[in-house]
């Protein structure tokens, strides 16, 4: 008998033993995987549904194309069952701060990181530091892969592409002479940069092409509106006005109709109030293109990461996005009379979201709670 208890109990210590020697998945490190592999994930228990927290550091939401694009993946993480938190966080442009939320978001133990770099090489290292700690990087709207190649997916549309499209279809529109005059983003801003020189290619390809004024407008209509007034009081000859985006067309097509100027060709964005007005005055000569930096971006960037945490994706490791545009013969289709001009057309959002984002004169500031956009929550 003393011998049977003596081999029980050895064979107890020896099942011990073995079970202390592994972990189970969820206790195990989680690795990221190299270009555009995924990061395994610990399977849920079954029946139920494995869920992620997620966050996004944003560069600054100071224009309703910025608002939108907080509400469109607020929107997506919002009716996602799979998104148990997430955290948006505001850079307001000041890379510092950035890399500071970065750095709180892998402390919080996200995820996934959704970002837009303010400046590639700035924020480099506590982008390796995320994807070193098995956080699935998603890179959107400004190319990472100049400064690391430590992210798991990107998402941009090319903001040269954003500048040339629209400045040659006005130098074809003015059948290849005019001046022109240049209503430019914000200082210093890459998006602003690259997209002047997308615009100054496509008029180098035309010699009788004059551009006789550029002025930067920061995207904005209040601050459009004073520059176009002046650029109108400065210029008698101006033939046609190309445009670095945002709502600054909506701006000088109002500041134009005032002048009782003939109409000219004019490029612009999707923003909705822009396309109200175009499909106002085009029967009475206005001739206008609309390209569009999509404001689902960041929305698509976080479909992508959770096919990477689910372990089903199967795409490409930087993804390019092709511009979309809206010509004279398509803006009815596009522009929205019954919801405010900050709304931006080229949405994913339900159309329940949309209407309660941007119906009622609501201009997407509130949010989806009533509470604001989100920012640094």
């Known amino acids: 008998m003393k011998k049977w208890i003596a081999l029980l109990l050895s064979c107890v210590m020896l099942l011990a033993m073995v079970a202390g020697c592994g972990g189970t998945p969820a206790e195990s490190p989680s690795q990221s995987g190299g270009a555009g592999e995924t990061a395994p994930q610990s399977a849920a228990p079954d029946g139920e549904t494995k869920t992620y927290k997620v966050g996004f550091s944003n560069v600054w939401v100071g224009n309703t194309w910025g608002v939108q694009c907080v509400n469109e993946l607020e929107a997506y993480l919002r009716n996602n069952e799979q998104i148990s938190e997430y955290y948006i966080y505001n850079a307001d442009n000041d890379v510092n701060k950035q890399i500071s939320d970065i750095e709180d978001l892998i402390a919080k133990g996200v995820d996934m990181l959704i970002l837009q770099p303010i400046s590639a090489e700035s924020v480099a290292a506590v982008v390796e530091e995320a994807y070193d700690a098995g956080i699935v990087v998603v890179n959107c709207t400004s190319p ?24 040659k279809w006005l130098c074809e529109e003015l059948g290849g002479e005019g001046n022109i005059v240049c209503l430019d983003g914000m200082a210093g801003l890459s998006s602003a940069v690259l997209r002047m020189q997308g615009a100054q290619d496509a008029f180098a390809e035309y010699p009788g092409i004059n551009v006789i004024a550029s002025e930067y407008a920061d995207w904005d209509y209040a601050t459009a509106k004073p520059v ?100 004279n013969d398509q803006v009815d289709d596009y522009v929205r009379w019954d919801l405010s001009d900050s709304f931006w057309c080229g ?31």
């Open 144 to 167: 990472l892969s100049d400064a690391t190649d430590k992210y798991n997916v990107s998402v941009v549309a090319r903001d040269y592409d954003f500048g040339y499209v629209g400045a």
């Open 228 to 327: 176009m007034e002046n650029l109108l009081a400065a210029y008698d000859d101006i033939d046609g006005i190309w445009s670095s985006g945002g709502d600054m067309t909506r701006a000088a097509i109002e500041v134009w109709a005032d002048s009782g100027r003939d109409w000219i060709p004019m490029m612009g964005e999707d923003c909705n109030g822009f396309l109200k007005l175009w499909s106002e005055y085009k029967d009475d000569g206005l001739s206008c293109i609309a390209t569009s930096l999509p404001t689902w971006l960041f929305a698509y960037g976080a479909e992508l990461g959770l096919e990477i945490l689910n372990g089903t994706y199967e795409g490409e490791k930087d993804i390019i996005v092709e511009i979309p545009t809206i010509t």
């Open 347 to 377: 949405t994913k959002m339900t159309e329940e979201d949309i209407v309660a984002l941007y119906g009622n004169g609501n201009d997407g500031s509130q949010g989806l709670t009533g509470e604001g956009v989100a920012t640094d929550h």
